[in-house]
C-alpha cells in the first residue's frame, strides 16, 4: 500500500531539482542488474549466471539531494532467433529500445572475462546505438577482477571505441615505465580524453574501419610503458556502413572499468552519472526505490533462484502463481506462491531428492525479501505440473 501511494502521488521537488534517465544495455549477462542493483545500494533487480534474468523493463531510482538519477534496467540485448529458444515474451525484444528512447545517457556495459566477445559490441548493441546516437554514451568494462592479464583492457578498449573517446584519440599511460614488473601485474590507465573543439555530428558508422584503427592514437608495435598524448580528432563520417565490419563505436564519451559484483569503483561512476544530470523535475517520490510493485520484486527473487539451480532451458518453463499474499499477526509477510512446470520429469527436478532443491530456493528467495522489504518473510512454495 506504501509503495503504491509513493507511485501515485505527485513527487516531492527540490528548489533546484535536476534529474537524468540512464539506460543500460549490453550483451545477456553482461552485469546489467548486478550494476543497477549496486548503484541502488539495494538489490531490486533479479541476477543469475544464466541469461535473460531480466524480462522486462524496469526502473530504479536513485534520489541524492537535489539529483534524482533513474536507472532504466532492461533485458539483455537479443536477436528473435534466441529469444524464440528461451521462449520469451516478444517485449524482451522491444524492451531495450523503447528505454533509449526515454534515456539521456546510456552506459554500455561490456563483460571483459568473456573472451569470446569481449573486443566488439554485438551487432545488437551496435544497432541500438547507431540509431539514437545524440544519445551521449558511456563505455562500462566490468568484471575486471576476473581477468588476470590486465594489459588486455588496453586492448579491448581500444578496439570498442575504435580508439576514439569524446572525440580524441585515446591516450594510454601505464605503470611500466621504470618498473620490472610484469605488463599482466602493472596498472593501466586509460585517460579520458578533454573534449573536441566542437561536437562531432551524424550517426558514427560514418566512418571507415580502418580510418577509426588508424586514429586510435596506440602504436601496437611501440613499448606500453610510454604515455601516449595525441591531437585532438574526431572521426570522419562518410556515407552509412554496413554493420558486418564494425566492432566498436567511436562516440563514447568515457571509459570505467569497475567489477560490479564486488562493487570496485561502482562509487565512482555513481559520482559521474550524479554530476551529468540537467535541470528537471522528478519522476518519482524521494522513498521510491524502484517503480516495481512488491508482487513483481517476489516473483523476479523467486524466479532468479529457480534459474540459478535448474539447468538448461528448464526454469525458462516455469510459470509463478502467487496464491497467497497478507500480512501476518505479527507484521510479517505470509507469501505462497505454485510454480507451475510443464513436465513431470520438471517437477522431480525442481523439488529435488527429499525436497532439496525446493527448499534451497525458498530459504535463499525468503532471505533476499526480508532484505528487500525489511520484515520478517515466510515464504511457501509449491510445484504442479500444467493442467
Known amino acids: 500500500e506504501e509503495q503504491k501511494r509513493l507511485l501515485e502521488n505527485r513527487p516531492d521537488q527540490p528548489r533546484h531539482a535536476k534529474v537524468l534517465r540512464i539506460a543500460i544495455i549490453g550483451a545477456p549477462n553482461a552485469g546489467k542488474s548486478t550494476l543497477s542493483n549496486q548503484l541502488l545500494g539495494r ?114 578498449a581500444t578496439d570498442l571505441t575504435e580508439g576514439i573517446v569524446n572525440g580524441k584519440k585515446l591516450e594510454v599511460k601505464s605503470a611500466l615505465k621504470q618498473d620490472s614488473r610484469s605488463s599482466a601485474e602493472s596498472p593501466l590507465h586509460i585517460t579520458r580524453a578533454s573534449p573536441p573543439e566542437s561536437k562531432v555530428p551524424g550517426s558514427p558508422f560514418g566512418q571507415e574501419k580502418n580510418q577509426a584503427q588508424e586514429g586510435s592514437g596506440l602504436d601496437k608495435s611501440s613499448d606500453v610503458g610510454d604515455a601516449v598524448t595525441v591531437e585532438a580528432q574526431g572521426p570522419k563520417h562518410h556515407g552509412p556502413e554496413d554493420l558486418k565490419d564494425v566492432k566498436g563505436w567511436p562516440h563514447f564519451q568515457e571509459i570505467f572499468m569497475l567489477a560490479a559484483l564486488r562493487g570496485e569503483e561502482v562509487d565512482t561512476l555513481k559520482r559521474y552519472l550524479l554530476m551529468q544530470a540537467k535541470p528537471g523535475p522528478w519522476e518519482f517520490h524521494s522513498d521510491v526505490l524502484t517503480n516495481q510493485s512488491p508482487q513483481e520484486i517476489c516473483d523476479n527473487i523467486i524466479r532468479e533462484k529457480i534459474l540459478e539451480y535448474l539447468p538448461l532451458e528448464v526454469p525458462y518453463g516455469v510459470t509463478q502463481v502467487t496464491e497467497m499474499w497478507e500480512e501476518g499477526e505479527c507484521g510479517e509477510l505470509l507469501i505462497m506462491q505454485s510454480l507451475l512446470v510443464p513436465r513431470e520429469s520438471h517437477k522431480r527436478m525442481l523439488i529435488g531428492r527429499g525436497g532439496k532443491v525446493i527448499s534451497r530456493i525458498a530459504r535463499e528467495a525468503g532471505q533476499d525479501l526480508m532484505n528487500v522489504f525489511l520484515c520478517d518473510v515466510r515464504l511457501k512454495l509449491k510445484v504442479e505440473v500444467k493442467g
Open 43 to 156: 538489490k531490486v533487480f533479479p541476477v543469475s549466471r544464466k541469461v535473460h534474468t531480466t524480462r522486462c523493463k524496469a526502473r530504479g531510482v536513485i534520489t541524492h539531494q537535489d539529483t534524482q538519477l533513474i536507472i532504466l534496467d532492461t533485458p539483455g540485448l537479443t536477436n528473435p532467433l534466441k529469444a524464440k529458444r528461451h521462449n520469451l515474451d516478444e517485449a524482451m525484444l522491444t524492451d531495450p529500445w523503447d528505454s533509449m528512447k526515454h534515456a539521456d545517457l546510456v552506459l554500455v556495459l561490456v563483460d571483459v572475462s568473456d573472451h569470446w566477445t569481449r573486443n566488439s559490441l554485438s551487432k545488437e548493441v551496435l544497432k541500438c546505438l547507431s540509431q539514437f546516437p545524440h544519445i551521449p554514451s558511456v563505455l562500462v568494462l566490468n568484471k575486471v577482477d576476473i581477468l588476470k592479464k590486465k594489459f588486455l583492457l588496453l586492448e579491448i
